[in-house]
């Protein structure tokens, strides 16, 4: 090892420092106590081959520990994701262990520390949970360890693992979850409601015998007259319906809830509402907007379209321009052309905001079904809740209460033209929007 290395590898222990504080303490205090100072003397030479003991060691072997970080190969945005780091002591005695992993930039967490200790010739691992609320690579710096005997005087550093790196994609960890309650018919237990179907406005699928319980309105009597026992017309849900997510990426989407931006709670509903339209074997397409048109995925219902959906979720980034809904009527009316059920992804402040792109809405909702989803400002709720007595206070509620009215007053209005409306929670927005769309399928509107 060169001197460098060592130098750079090589750190001082605090309890070196509590020692040389009690030794000069002793030097101190032989001043008028003079036995003391041999002892002071001795205590200071001690200290110095425990030092070197030390020292010689921890310096004795090149690979006397190994370690290394277990990265997923891709994080889910706004979800806790694991990762696991793996020791191992390859000295012949116990050693005390400290891992500072150098966390990527994004985190901005710069006290993350694991103390542990590691038998001789022995294996351990540990794990954590990271958050991210942003989309993107995440780059991993070293993974330092740092190893002290039981002297505790020095401490030599280990470095592992540099430049590690981590794509965090939308939320496929949601995903998952309700594509699993999905599938189990649990989606209930999230607060998916359950929606009565009216008439008949599914495909037809096959000819069979009536069963009891089954629905006498489906009674087919010529099959009936042939078969001579009772039969019954069997339907299933109508697939291949084309279902368009228009995502707002314009500055109207940049506020933040809880940490995540309004764009990337969008985007994480889009991914888990497309997985379980395409399971529902619909087809699933996407147009992302702000001052131009983004991104145009026709609608499909491939097996492999979902894997596009998450590619080019991954990489939309919001703007700081306001959004040109011409340019979106535009892109729509020329581009999809069959009936398709459009899920706006945006958000209105003010009443006026909405009143501007009236137009295009209404032009849209003519020829499409089309659901216009924005945003409660749930920073209010708390406004609105607290007493106000002073009047700084009454002025700040009833700017809430205003602010909380016009968002009702824009929802109304929309429904009062015909237009689909959901006015969410930001965290509630996955739900709401499957649920929609789960009425839509429901009362065949499409």
């Not at 550093?157 to 594509?179: E, H, L, N, W």
């Given at each position: ?171 496929f960890i949601q995903m998952k979850k309700y594509a699993f309650l999905a599938l189990d018919n649990r989606l209930t237990l999230l607060g998916m409601k359950k929606m009565r179907r009216i008439g008949h406005t599914m495909e037809f699928e096959q000819i069979k015998e009536y069963v009891i319980g089954d ?232």
């Amino acid at each position: 090892m060169s001197i460098l290395r060592f130098i750079k590898s090589l750190f001082l222990h605090q309890r070196l420092f509590y020692a040389l504080s009690s030794i000069g303490l002793l030097f101190f205090l032989s001043y008028w106590f003079h036995g003391l100072y041999p002892l002071a003397w001795l205590a200071f030479w001690g200290l110095g081959l425990l030092f070197l003991i030390d020292i010689v060691i921890l310096y004795r072997g090149h690979h006397s520990v190994e370690a290394s970080r277990q990265l997923p190969e891709k994080f889910s945005n706004s979800d806790a994701n694991q990762l696991s780091i793996q020791l191992k002591n390859n000295y012949p005695f116990r050693v005390s262990v400290e891992v500072i992993d150098e966390i990527p930039v994004q985190f901005q967490k710069r006290d993350f520390l694991k103390e542990l200790q590691i038998p001789a010739k022995k294996t351990t691992s540990f794990s954590y949970e990271l958050r991210p609320v942003e989309r993107g690579e995440y780059i991993f710096g070293h993974l330092n360890v740092y190893v002290s005997s039981r002297y505790g005087i020095v401490k030599r550093r280990f470095t592992f693992d540099k430049d590690g790196m981590v794509k965090v994609y939308p939320s496929f960890i949601q995903m998952k979850k309700y594509a699993f309650l999905a599938l189990d018919n649990r989606l209930t237990l999230l607060g998916m409601k359950k929606m009565r179907r009216i008439g008949h406005t599914m495909e037809f699928e096959q000819i069979k015998e009536y069963v009891i319980g089954d629905d006498v309105r489906t009674i087919n009597w010529k099959a009936t007259a042939k078969q001579g026992d009772l039969m019954i017309n069997q339907f299933q849900d109508e697939k291949s319906q084309p279902i368009y997510c228009l995502i707002d990426a314009s500055r109207a989407m940049k506020m933040p809830f809880e940490g995540l931006s309004l764009l990337d709670y969008a985007i994480n509903s889009t991914l888990a509402f497309s997985n379980i339209a395409l399971k529902k074997k619909d087809k699933v397409g996407m147009i992302t907007f702000a001052e131009t048109i983004k991104n145009h995925l026709p609608a499909s219902s491939r097996k492999v379209h979902l894997n596009t959906v998450l590619e080019i979720l991954y990489n939309i980034k919001t703007d700081f321009l306001d959004s040109d809904f011409g340019t979106l009527y535009t892109q729509v009316k020329r581009k999809v052309t069959q009936r398709s059920l459009l899920l706006l992804f945006t958000n209105f402040e003010h009443i006026s905001a909405m009143e501007r792109q009236m137009g295009y809405l209404k032009a849209l909702s003519r020829k499409h079904i089309l659901v216009v989803i924005f945003f409660k400002n749930t920073e209010l709720d708390e406004l609105l809740e607290t007493p106000a007595d002073e009047i700084p206070q009454i002025y700040h509620k009833t700017i809430a209460q205003k602010s909380d009215y016009d968002k009702k007053v824009m929802a109304a209005t929309l429904e009062q033209y015909g237009i689909q409306t959901i006015l969410t929670k930001p965290q509630d927005l996955t739900v709401n929007t499957i649920n929609k769309y789960l009425e839509i399928k429901a009362r065949g509107m499409l």
